[in-house]
């Protein structure tokens, strides 16, 4: 059993920063692929970032690329969101997920294990 807890969300106005943390215990985390998925109220879940388990190999989804960077400490088992330059429509609730494998694509289906998600509101 994997668990994964989410950290750093919270409001912050247009234009600002945050960094989301993702603390995994239960499983070999550098064995995997890690990535960041969010749902914005009324929308299904959307794919947002991806990091290979190493950290050599890295995605985005288009909306976040040169805003977001997803990052990863395996000695402390933990992966990070940087979102700069934030906007409205990146209000959503944020989810961190382990992948299968060791790396991954934006679809849900390539992750085993979930968070509980962190709320980001970008005021306007």
């Known amino acids: 059993q994997v668990h994964l807890v989410e950290s750093g969300g919270g409001l912050v106005q247009a234009g600002g920063s945050l960094r989301l943390s993702c603390a995994a215990s239960?499983?070999?985390?550098?064995?995997?692929?890690m990535g960041w998925f969010r749902q914005a109220p009324g929308k299904e879940r959307e794919f947002v970032a991806t990091i290979s388990r190493k950290g050599t190999n890295t995605y985005y989804t288009n909306s976040v690329k040169g805003r977001f960077t997803i990052s990863r400490d395996n000695a402390n088992n933990t992966v990070y969101l940087q979102m700069n330059t934030l906007k409205p429509e990146d209000t959503a609730v944020y989810y961190c997920?382990?992948?299968?494998?060791?790396?991954?694509?934006?679809?849900?289906?390539?992750?085993?294990?979930w968070g509980q998600g962190t709320q980001v509101t970008v005021s306007s």
């Open positions: 997920a382990t992948a299968r494998t060791v790396v991954a694509g934006p679809r849900e289906y390539e992750y085993a294990y």
């Open positions: 239960g499983r070999t985390f550098s064995s995997y692929a």
